[in-house]
């Protein structure tokens, strides 16, 4: 066994809230242990699809990674009764996701954060003082641990016991741009697959295409349902990189610490589950979790996220309306609440934020005349 190195906090996961913590962390100063999992053969299944909101919240520019800029979304309700919601600011940011993590990793690298790559921890020691990670004949050790390590946490299963959460799942591949006829736009087809939807995102050398349901049902999420999809949607069923992968969706209701160590990102449950964007919960919790950790206070860290957990609450109801009674939410959502809440997304608000502003001014409101 080698001797246990010494940091003043750890971070286990290199995804989006492992790198936010962890540049935070490192520009405060601190010694920052930085472990991935290696080597990082697998990338992590994610369309990449980054909101106004999360853009916002980076320390610095995407635009090096951003292969697309999308000004609208085009929506369906199984590929019929579709809209094209547009917008003049943009609705999203499309990035290709292992380009973004090696952007995001460089990043907090150059902050001053240590990128170590491990096997799978086997062990989490907490002591009073400190934390330490075993993993295979190496050990870390450092007064305070963050798990980022995505929505199967092995951080999480090791420090706080229990299985998996049930969350949402995910299933997406790529199609090479010249396998089909023309680019589609950025896309959502709701009901394509039940208690969720089909997506299509372009990325000038290929499309995302996939598929995402809000409660994890792995049958129905299969590699056949996406190239029915595909074939339905693009024409093709030629997709390459097929991975599936659960979503966190849990956190308005699950712990957020256990002594020393703060869960983060899909880890702690923070993405949002009618859409299943979890990049902006990510780099949120990423970075209010080094807060904390500067602070020396895992309660500020709960404090902190209490809005976002209050948010999930909410949109948790409304997601179980929303696919409970598909044909008619989608109505609404085609002819009354699509048209603004495109224009909340592209002005960085939440969910919440813009239907709590649509339906103010659906009561009457005559709000500022803004959005
Ligand atoms: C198919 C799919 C498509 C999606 N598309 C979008 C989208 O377009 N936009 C969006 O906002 N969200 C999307 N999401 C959700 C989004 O990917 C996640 O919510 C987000 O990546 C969570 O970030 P994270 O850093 O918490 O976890 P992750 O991104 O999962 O990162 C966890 C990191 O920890 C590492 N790791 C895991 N286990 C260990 C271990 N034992 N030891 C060491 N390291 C470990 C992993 O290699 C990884 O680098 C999608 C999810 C899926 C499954």
């Keep these: 066994m080698t001797k246990t190195r010494q940091f003043d906090v750890l971070v286990v996961g290199a995804g989006q809230a492992g790198c936010a913590a962890a540049q935070d962390l490192a520009m405060a100063g601190l010694e920052v242990g930085l472990l991935e999992r290696a080597p990082a053969r697998v990338t992590k299944p994610c369309a990449g699809g980054i909101t106004i909101k999360a853009a916002q919240r980076y320390r610095f520019s995407l635009d090096p990674v951003i292969r697309q800029t999308s000004h609208c979304l085009e929506i369906s309700l199984g590929g019929r009764r579709a809209r094209c919601l547009e917008s003049p600011a943009p609705v999203a940011l499309l990035t290709h996701r292992p380009e973004l993590d090696m952007f995001c990793r460089q990043q907090a690298q150059a902050a001053g954060a240590e990128l170590i790559g491990i096997r799978s921890p086997g062990a989490v020691h907490q002591g009073r003082e400190a934390v330490t990670v075993v993993a295979g004949e190496h050990r870390f050790s450092a007064p305070w641990l963050i798990a980022a390590d995505g929505a199967n946490s092995r951080i999480r ?73 595909a074939r339905q949607a693009l024409g093709v069923d030629d997709i390459q990189c097929v991975q599936g992968y659960p979503l966190g969706t849990w956190g308005n209701a699950r712990a957020m610490v256990t002594g020393r160590v703060l869960y983060a990102g899909d880890a702690a449950g923070f993405t949002e589950p ?84 649509w339906r103010r001014r659906m009561a009457g409101w005559p709000g500022d005349g803004q959005f």
């Excluded at 009901?191 to 409660?215: E, Q, R």
């Excluded at 902006?280 to 807060?291: F, L």
């Excluded at 044909?327 to 592209?346: M, T």
Aim: hydrophobic letters at 45%; glycine letters at 14%.
């Design 157 to 229: 299963r090791l420090v706080h016991g229990g299985g998996q959460h049930a969350g949402a799942f995910a299933i997406e591949g790529l199609v090479a741009a010249e396998r089909i006829d023309a680019m589609p736009r950025m896309r959502m087809d709701f009901g394509c697959v039940s208690d969720g939807y089909g997506w299509l995102f372009p990325k000038a050398d290929h499309v995302n295409v996939g598929l995402y349901i809000a409660h994890h049902r792995h049958h129905v999420a299969t590699r056949q349902a996406l190239a029915r999809y």
């Design 274 to 357: 009618l859409l299943g964007e979890g990049i902006y919960g990510a780099v949120i919790s990423g970075q209010a979790a080094a807060r904390a950790v500067i602070a020396g206070s895992a309660d500020s860290y709960c404090e902190a996220m209490m809005a976002w957990r209050h948010e999930l609450s909410r949109v948790h109801g409304l997601t179980r309306l929303f696919y409970g009674v598909l044909p008619v939410s989608y109505g609404a959502l085609k002819h009354v609440i699509g048209a603004p809440l495109v224009r909340g997304v592209s002005r960085g608000l939440t969910l919440g934020q813009t239907v709590r502003y």
